[in-house]
């Protein structure tokens, strides 16, 4: 049974997961899923691209995206608000590279790509062009959010075991 002390445990552990969570499907984003989207004609990659930026709008990944931001916080305002424990440095930078790095790039970066890309029409001249730029642009940015949402994920392992 749990009791209140398990609490800041459990609330590190989920975090943890959230951030190893979001971190492997940006992964799979980074290394193959943007791969096979390049290699298809501009007009096939557009419109796959714009279905997957339409599902992912979904409350599982949304939950695990912003649910697992919101632990952050959590766990940065707790660690900040006490008196100093040795995990507390752990929990900062687990929080700041999420919310940084992860949530803040996808918010100034990946989202208003995704938004130009849902404006264009597949089969019009200029969108062979915005696609190649949108490929590089969107991948590049995806990199930073895989590499901020798995230095949190470790950050946070290593709260837990601080």
Same mark, same amino acid.
């Given at each position: 049974?749990?009791? @209140?002390?398990?609490?800041?445990?459990?609330?590190?552990?989920?975090?943890?997961?959230?951030?190893?969570?979001?971190?492997? $499907?940006? +992964?799979?984003?980074?290394?193959? $899923?943007?791969?096979?989207?390049?290699?298809?004609?501009?007009?096939?990659?557009? @419109?796959?691209?714009?279905?997957?930026?339409?599902?992912? @709008?979904?409350? +599982?990944?949304?939950? *695990?995206?912003?649910?697992?931001?919101?632990?952050?916080?959590?766990?940065?305002? *707790?660690?900040?608000?006490?008196?100093?424990?040795?995990?507390?440095?752990?929990?900062? @930078?687990?929080?700041?590279?999420?919310?940084?790095?992860?949530?803040?790039?996808?918010?100034?970066?990946?989202?208003?790509?995704?938004? *130009?890309?849902?404006?264009?029409?597949?089969d019009s001249?200029?969108?062979?062009?915005?696609?190649?730029?949108?490929?590089?642009?969107?991948?590049?940015?995806?990199?930073?959010?895989?590499?901020?949402?798995?230095?949190?994920?470790?950050? +946070?392992?290593?709260a837990l075991?601080?």
């Amino acid at each position: 049974m749990a009791t @209140i002390y398990h609490l800041p445990f459990v609330l590190k552990l989920v975090t943890a997961l959230g951030c190893g969570l979001v971190a492997g $499907v940006f +992964f799979a984003f980074s290394t193959f $899923v943007m791969n096979a989207l390049a290699r298809l004609q501009p007009q096939q990659g557009i @419109i796959a691209m714009q279905s997957i930026n339409i599902t992912a @709008i979904n409350p +599982f990944f949304m939950t *695990a995206l912003f649910g697992t931001a919101a632990a952050c916080l959590l766990l940065a305002i *707790a660690s900040l608000s006490k008196g100093y424990q040795p995990s507390d440095i752990y929990l900062l @930078i687990g929080a700041c590279s999420y919310l940084v790095g992860t949530v803040l790039v996808t918010i100034a970066f990946n989202v208003p790509l995704n938004e *130009a890309l849902a404006t264009v029409k597949p089969d019009s001249t200029e969108s062979a062009n915005l696609w190649a730029s949108y490929l590089t642009n969107w991948t590049f940015w995806n990199h930073i959010r895989t590499v901020a949402a798995l230095v949190a994920a470790a950050a +946070f392992t290593l709260a837990l075991s601080s």
